[in-house]
């Protein structure tokens, strides 16, 4: 039976169905959990959840972090041809748009909540300033991998060389 009573509320299965394949399908075309989330209306941690509950594989994961990207479409396009499950990659106009958005404890609890999720990762990339890099450093407890792209602060976006990131990735992998 497609149709479920939960105390007062009657839910469809069918429904929760269309909408789960719908973030797996948008998440695995590389769309981000947060503009999933907003597209959809939902919570971004509902998102990491339901990728954690399904999720077959555990160990040997990397996150990427970094900002503010130039190019940061053709470096996605590279994380996600190279499997890369977590990226945080953003320009500098998206960096000030992040931390425009929201008042003070909705924003410490995305940055918070971020951080929780990028925690899970083996190895953490880190694409930025050298005082970015050093904050990170300190935050994780893991492995932590620099591609420094200036001296802090960087108040423009900041091209990364996709082949240098590549033997990067390469590295850490064959590390792992």
């Given at each position: 039976?497609?149709l479920l009573?939960i ?10 169905s269309?909408a789960?394949?719908?973030?797996l399908e948008?998440?695995g075309?590389g769309?981000a959990?947060q503009k999933?989330?907003d597209?959809l ?5 509902f998102?990491?959840r339901l ?10 994961r990397i996150?990427?972090?970094?900002f503010p990207i130039?190019?940061k479409?053709e470096i ?7 499997g890369i499950?977590f990226t945080l990659?953003?320009t ?5 748009e ?11 609890n995305?940055?918070?909540?971020l ?7 083996d190895?953490v990339?880190v ?7 050093e904050?990170?450093e ?5 492995e932590?991998v ?5 001296e802090s602060?960087i108040?423009?976006d900041?091209?990364v ?9 390469q590295?850490v992998?064959?590390?792992?």
């Open positions: 039976m497609d009573r105390g007062g509320k009657i839910l469809s299965r069918r429904k929760i269309k789960i394949d719908l973030i948008l998440r075309s769309v959990q999933v989330a597209q209306g939902i919570d971004r941690t998102i990491s990728e954690t509950l399904g999720e077959v594989r555990k160990g040997n996150a990427v972090i970094g130039k190019n479409d996605l396009n590279l994380l996600h041809r190279e499950e990659i953003m500098e106009h998206e960096r000030w992040f931390v425009k958005k929201d008042d003070g404890i909705d924003l410490l995305k940055i918070l909540d951080i929780a999720e990028a925690r899970s990762f190895v990339i694409i930025g300033s050298n005082r970015r890099i904050t990170i300190a935050i994780f407890d893991q932590v620099s591609l420094e792209i200036g602060p108040k423009e900041k091209y060389a996709p082949e240098e990131l590549l033997k990067i990735l590295a992998k064959k590390k792992l």
